[in-house]
């Protein structure tokens, strides 16, 4: 069973940056299609980002051009680089498989991004 751990929020300023990081438990892990998700209150998750096996990267039009994802499969690990932060970008931030290819995993009990002056 694969879990997932993820870290790196905060409270920042309108146009700062955050490098968010989610760890991952499991030999396959190399092998899974990963993604962010986020959660405001009150709204549905969304699909932030996804990366490939083979790092083919996707985002949703909201974060591209200030969002990165990338992963490590020696380390376990699926960042997600952050800038230009926008108020609107405050939310819950998850990790898991990518959910349009995967049933997605438990989600674990990601991290705060707090985006205010």
């Known amino acids: 069973q694969v879990q997932l751990v993820e870290s790196g929020g905060g409270l920042v300023q309108p146009g700062g940056s955050l490098r968010l990081s989610c760890a991952a438990s499991?030999?396959?892990?190399?092998?899974?299609?990963m993604a962010w998700y986020r959660q405001a209150p009150g709204k549905q998750r969304e699909l932030v980002a996804t990366?490939?096996?083979?790092?083919?990267?996707n985002y949703t039009d909201s974060v591209k051009g200030r969002f990165t994802i990338s992963r490590d499969n020696a380390k376990r690990t699926v960042d997600l680089q952050m800038h230009s932060l926008k108020p609107e970008d405050t939310a819950v931030y998850y990790c898991?498989?990518?959910?349009?290819?995967?049933?997605?995993?438990?989600w674990g009990q990601g991290t705060q991004v707090t985006v205010s002056s």
């Open positions: 898991n498989v990518d959910d349009t290819t995967l049933t997605p995993l438990g």
């Open positions: 990366i490939s096996s083979g790092e083919t990267t």
């Open positions: 499991g030999s396959m892990f190399r092998l899974y299609p």
